[in-house]
T-cell receptor, first 111, second 117 residues
């Protein structure tokens, strides 16, 4: 059983559309991170959310941490081809020893 | 630039061989993590070192080993290589506090693409 589940697994949309991807777990976390990984590159941190119900905005990206701190969503407004990539959520494990990543959502934004 | 350096960027080797991947963490980061990412797969945690000592172990094969040196750089050794070991190997570092409290961000290198033929 995966600690983190992400949905959808794949998403292909047209430029200008809006989308939401999800990260879910049955566990409670003190914080959660979202990363974006482009082909052939390492993941790059987008945001860290730490408070239940917290909403953070990064330009056209809106991140929300669930009230119970078990899930999170990433909403992209007016998607652009440059948003294409693998979106990964991650948490530190219960011992704070390592980062556990979800399987990711692979987003493709077509011009 | 994340500040994490991995070498080499690409590596092609034959089955049965042994290779060493190298990682230099961000300046000041004590914690180093190794991950494996197969084609179109997620990141699988292999092992973590903190200030020279092994801190956590994931699904790392017995044929694989790692170490962190006094200057905090780390090496991942892969031996008796098999075709299925072909993957991207990422190193990440993080600024864990001196008391080992939980960190919240990992900074990744650009990875080493290993191809076993």
């Amino acid at each position: 059983t995966q600690l983190l589940e992400q949905s959808p697994q794949f998403l292909s949309i047209q430029e200008g559309e809006n989308l939401t991807v999800y990260c879910n777990s049955s566990s409670v976390f003190s914080s959660l991170q979202w990363y974006r990984q482009e082909p052939g590159e390492g993941p790059v941190l987008l945001v860290t959310v730490v408070t239940g119900g917290e909403v953070k905005k990064l330009k056209r990206l809106t991140f929300q941490f669930g009230d119970a701190r078990k899930d999170s969503s990433l909403h992209i407004t007016a998607a652009q081809p440059g948003d294409t990539g693998l979106y990964l959520c991650a948490v530190t494990d219960n011992y704070g020893q390592n980062f556990v990543f979800g399987p990711g959502t692979r987003l493709s934004v077509l011009p | 630039d994340s500040g994490v350096t991995q070498t080499p960027k690409h590596l092609i080797t034959a089955t049965g061989q042994r290779v060493t991947l190298r990682c230099s963490p961000r300046s000041g980061d004590l914690s180093v993590y190794w991950y494996q990412q197969s084609l179109d797969q997620g990141l699988q945690f292999l092992i973590q070192y903190y200030n020279g000592e092994e801190r956590a172990k994931g699904n790392i094969l017995e044929r694989f080993s790692a170490q962190q040196f006094p200057d905090l750089h780390s090496e991942l050794n892969l031996s008796s290589l098999e075709l299925g070991d072909s993957a991207l190997y990422f190193c990440a570092s993080s600024d864990v506090g001196a008391r080992g409290q939980m960190n919240t961000e990992a900074f990744f290198g650009q990875g080493t693409r290993l191809t076993v033929v």
